[in-house]
């Protein structure tokens, strides 16, 4: 499997958590944030945009998008200064039960794919789209990045959104994410059972 970078966007405003520190919140005894951590494990370069804290994980690089809470695409554009691997990954900081597997198949995924797909996007039970549990191929997305212009406030969708994609099917229920207390309640009560 060719080598990848790792980016975790963890510096958003958590208004559905009223502002919480949601990297920060726990699922068991392990932050959200660590548990991201851990499941790219196997990643050459990791970076976190957001405000450096304390993780289970040595050898994280920190950084923070500009402005600072200026949005997934910032944190995007602030990550991307920091990778060199020709595959990058996009992962939520909030994913409590994505696991190396699910990062390794990603990875894979997008290897086996060939040239003409850009993305190898984790799709859930739903059916919707994962775009921050992805893998990507670097160049296009920096492209895309610079084609899109002023990253601040700019919706994901937007920078991805156009790269030709290869989807895969979430089998494991890892795209799980806590973006409300209710939320993250769940993943508390998955985890415990």
Request: hydrophobic residues 45%.
């Amino acid at each position: 499997m060719t080598p990848y970078d790792v980016i975790v966007p963890a510096g958003g405003a958590a208004r559905r958590l009223g502002g919480a520190d949601k990297p920060g919140l726990t699922v068991g005894e392990t932050t959200l944030l660590d548990r991201v951590l851990a499941a790219c494990a196997g990643a050459r370069t990791t970076v976190v945009v957001g405000p450096a804290r304390p993780t289970g994980r040595t050898g994280v690089h920190w950084t923070r998008e500009q402005p600072p809470g200026g949005g997934p695409v910032a944190a995007v554009a602030a990550g991307l200064d920091l990778v060199t691997a020709d595959t990058v990954l996009l992962l939520a900081a909030d994913l409590p039960f994505l696991d190396r597997r699910t990062v390794e198949r990603l990875a894979a995924a997008l290897d086996e794919a060939g040239p003409a797909v850009d993305a190898a996007v984790l799709v859930d039970a739903g059916g919707r789209d994962q775009p921050l549990a992805a893998a990507y191929r670097t160049a296009p997305l920096r492209a895309a990045l610079a084609a899109l212009g002023d990253p601040a406030g700019q919706p994901l969708r937007r920078l991805v959104g156009g790269l030709p994609r290869l989807l895969v099917a979430d089998t494991d229920n890892v795209a799980y994410d806590c973006d409300t207390w209710e939320d993250l309640e769940q993943a508390r009560e998955r985890d415990r059972s």
